[in-house]
DNA sequence: CGTCGGGTTGATAACTTTCAAATTTCGTGG
DNA sequence: CCACGAAATTTGAAAGTTATCAACCCGACG
C-alpha cells in the first residue's frame, strides 16, 4: 500500500518531511484494524476504559449532552485525526463520541505509541502538532459560536472543513463530500436544524456554496472566504517545518 | 515561602501527592519574575517569538479578534494557570493575550520545563492533566456559547469560575473578588454589553448571585448550578489520583 | 404500500442586539 | 479632601436574529 493513501501519513506530511522508517512507524499503528457501523457510540461520557483511535476511513462525531437533552457537536473527525487522545489521561470522558458514518478505525494503545514516540522523536513533534493544530480548531469553532451570525458561521464551518479535508486529499476548493444532515450541522453551529436549513439556502441562492445530497459544491469560494472572514493561517502550513 | 502560598503548586495538589523535591522543582521554575501592568499585551496574533509563562497573581485573557472588529475571549487565565503552553510548539501565535489587571508572572524556558520533568516525571503528568483540564474548560465553553441561552450561560459561566479558584484557594462557594467588567464579560460570553447588564440584574432579582464592585456573591449557590446545568465532574478531583 | 429519516416552508414567539442617553464609580491631579 | 473626566453601569425603545410549532414533500427501504 502507498503510505500516502494513510490519511494520518498524508496529514502529518504537511508539518514534518518524514523518513521511510518514520512512515512505516506510523503504518505499524494501523493494525489493530476495527469497523464500526454508523451510529455507534464509541466513547459515552463517564465511561471509564479509555481507549484511543486513529480514524481511517468514515467521519465521527464528538459531543456534549446538556440535562435539558440538547446537545452540542465539539468537533467532527476526519480520516487522519485521533479520537480519545486526550482523554485517555483523564479517569472518565467527559463527552460522547459517536459515528457519523461507516467506520474504519485503528485501536491504538498508549504503549505502543509512547515506543513509536520513543524510537522516532520527530513523530512525537509531529503528533504534538497535529494535536495543537485540533485545539486550534475548537478554539475558532468557539469564536464561531460566539461573534459570527448564522451565515458567517456556517460559511466558516463549511470552509474549515474543507481546509482539513483537503490535508488528507478528500477536498479541493472546488469542493467535497460531506455526509452531514443538517441536523448534525444544526448540532454543531449551535442552530435549529431549521434554521440551517434557511441559511444552507441564503448560501445557494447568492451563489456561494451548494450543499446538496452530501455534496459541497463551492460556487465562489472568494467571496465565500471573505463573508466568512475565513483566515486559513492557523491550518495552513504552507510547507513542512520539520526538515 | 510556604509552598501551598503558590498557585501552581496547589492546582496541581488537587492532582498528585508532590514531594518536597517535585514541589521545589515547581518553585524553581518560578524565578524570571516578571510584572506587567494591566492593559499590556503579552502576546500578539502572528507574533514570532513564543514565550510561556505561569501565572502568580492577577488575572490574563485569551482572545481572537474578527475582521468586523469584535472580539471573542476565549479564556481567563488565573493564578496557577499557564500561558502560550500550547503555542509554543506553533511558530506564530494563532491569537492574543493581555492582561486584565495588574500581573506577576514568571517566564518559563521550554529548556527548564523539560529538564525538571525529566527529573520528575510526575510532574509532567500533572502538568499534562493541566493542560487537558485547560481543553475540557474550552470545551465546556463551546457548549456554553453554543446551547445555553444568556441567563444559564451567565450562571455556568460565574460557577466555573468559581470551581477553578478554588483551587488555588480563591473562592469558596460563597463568592470571590472578580475583576472583570461587563465588558470582558460580554466578549467570553458572546453577548453585547447591556445584555449582560440585563442578566446580571435578572440573577440579582431572582436572588442567585450578585456581582458588584468586583466582587461575586451567590446567594444559593444550590439553586444557581440547578439554573445552569452546572456539572462540575471535570473540575473536581475529589482525591489526588497520582500517589 | 406504509413508514421513517431527511429536507423544505410559513407563521409566530422568544431572545438578543443596537442605538441613545442618563447615572454611577473610580482614578488622578489640584 | 475635593473636583473632574474617563470608564463602567444602567435603562428604555426599536430593530434584527433565531427558535419553535405545524405542516408538507420526497426518496429509501422493508
Redesign the interface.
Known amino acids: 500500500m502507498n503510505d500516502a493513501a494513510i490519511p494520518l501519513v498524508r496529514k502529518l506530511m504537511a508539518f514534518a518531511v518524514l523518513s521511510d522508517e518514520e512512515n512505516s512507524a506510523i503504518v505499524d499503528l494501523h493494525r489493530r484494524r476495527r469497523t464500526f457501523q454508523k451510529g455507534q457510540t464509541l466513547v459515552s461520557e463517564?465511561e471509564r476504559e479509555q481507549r484511543a483511535f486513529v480514524l481511517a476511513s468514515g467521519w465521527v462525531c464528538s459531543y456534549?449532552i446538556?440535562?435539558?437533552g440538547?446537545?452540542?457537536i465539539?468537533d467532527f473527525q476526519i480520516p487522519g485525526d485521533f479520537l480519545g487522545l486526550?482523554?485517555v489521561?483523564?479517569?472518565?470522558a467527559?463527552?460522547d463520541i459517536e459515528t457519523v458514518t461507516k467506520v474504519e478505525a485503528s485501536e491504538i494503545l498508549a504503549s505502543d505509541l509512547i515506543e513509536s514516540f520513543r524510537k522516532y522523536p520527530r513523530l512525537a513533534?509531529a503528533v504534538?502538532?497535529a494535536a495543537?493544530r485540533d485545539?486550534?480548531m475548537?478554539?475558532?469553532?468557539?469564536?464561531d459560536?460566539?461573534?459570527?451570525n448564522a451565515l458567517e458561521r456556517t460559511a466558516h464551518f463549511l470552509l474549515e472543513l474543507c481546509a482539513r479535508l483537503q490535508l488528507v486529499g478528500m477536498a479541493t476548493t472546488a469542493g467535497y463530500s460531506c455526509p452531514l444532515s443538517q441536523y448534525l450541522l444544526a448540532d454543531a453551529?449551535?442552530l435549529s436544524a431549521i434554521h440551517v436549513n434557511r441559511i444552507l439556502r441564503q448560501l445557494r441562492e447568492k451563489g456561494l456554496v451548494q450543499f446538496h445530497q452530501g455534496k459541497v459544491v463551492f460556487e465562489d469560494y472568494e467571496a465565500l472566504v471573505e463573508l466568512a472572514?475565513f483566515e486559513s493561517?492557523?491550518l495552513d502550513q504552507p510547507e513542512p517545518?520539520l526538515l
Open positions: 463517564g456534549k446538556l440535562p435539558s440538547t446537545r452540542q465539539v486526550r482523554s489521561l483523564f479517569r472518565t467527559d463527552h513533534t504534538l502538532w495543537s485545539e486550534a475548537v478554539v475558532e469553532h468557539l469564536v459560536l460566539g461573534r459570527r453551529l449551535g472572514g493561517t492557523y517545518i
